[in-house]
């Protein structure tokens, strides 16, 4: 077999005569899978390593959006499948074994979409781990950090589970938010809309939309989210919606990457209302949050550390 048509197989590229030819080719003896094998084995080495490309939308709000193999797998099986063609066991036990692990970069919210049109949005830092395509009776990821799921509804018995270092969230919905922060122990779930599932290792309960449940003394509480602005981030957006300082640095912390410290023995409520633009920078934010608070603030770019006094 030519080895421009393997590639372009694995790419997508390849009529439906081609695939037929090389599916073809795959079945008639073992030797021809390995080698297809050691080319696949190539290809997912250089391209999951490869650098990644990002784009950002005519908005300008600076999301990055991410491009990888998984996509090209992705439009591979649903352009196989959906022409009527037998995509081989081989090709789909292959995928099945794969996974990929993504942080995103510090600092920055970051949009992938998965093989199955689910949308995940990461703030700075976080990682999400999941299988190049889904293929068993469950969709399964894991995420250590803060994201936003808006998950795509397939139909039959195909729940999609996040799994965490403290519990696992089951879908029942479609858009919710996970915070699980393994380093200091925070494990949150708000439902943005339809319903989730959320489960410690003891107890689980069902949220409604509106709701958020965190594990407060070993158990899970459920109570009602103060405001779904808080999940704005997702749009590069940090709303000005509470008058406390503190819950407002721990929101700077997660989207600049960066230390806040409050020096001030006193600390004023938050005058201003309204929404900022991240993509604005650090001090913009700062200057918008201080105004009226008789406070001033100091960066340590080195550091990465803020000092409000």
Known sequence: ????????????????????????????SPENQKEMDALDETFNAMALHAPLETSKPKSGRGFVRIFRYAAAVAACIA????????????????????????????GETVNITLQDGTQVWLTGGSTLEYPVAFTGRSRNVSVDGEAVFDVKHRD????????????????????????????????????????????????????????????????????????????????????????????????????????????SKSVPAVMNRGKIHTSDGLEHALRIILAGTGLSYEIDYETRQVHIR
Do not use: H
């Open 156 to 263: 039959g018995n195909c729940p999609f589970v996040v799994n965490t270092f403290a519990g696992k969230v089951e879908v029942l919905g479609t858009k919710f938010d996970v915070r699980a922060d393994k380093e200091t122990g925070e494990f949150s779930t708000a439902l943005l809309r339809g319903r989730v599932r959320m489960s410690s290792k003891t107890e689980s309960v069902v949220l409604e939309p509106g709701q958020v449940a965190g594990i407060q003394d070993g158990r899970l509480k459920v109570q009602e989210m103060e405001s779904a602005d808080d999940y704005l981030w997702v749009e590069g957006v940090l709303v000005l919606n509470t008058p406390s300082l503190e819950k407002l640095s721990e929101r700077l912390e997660r989207i600049y990457d960066v230390s806040v410290r409050i020096d």
């Open 1 to 28: 077999m030519d080895r421009n048509t393997l590639i372009d197989f694995m790419l997508c590229r390849t009529t439906p005569e081609q695939e037929r030819e090389v599916l073809d080719w795959l079945d008639e």
């Open 79 to 106: 352009l196989v499948i959906g022409g009527g063609y037998l995509f081989s066991s081989w090709r789909i036990n292959r995928f099945a074994g794969q996974t990929v692990a993504f942080s995103s970069p510090a």
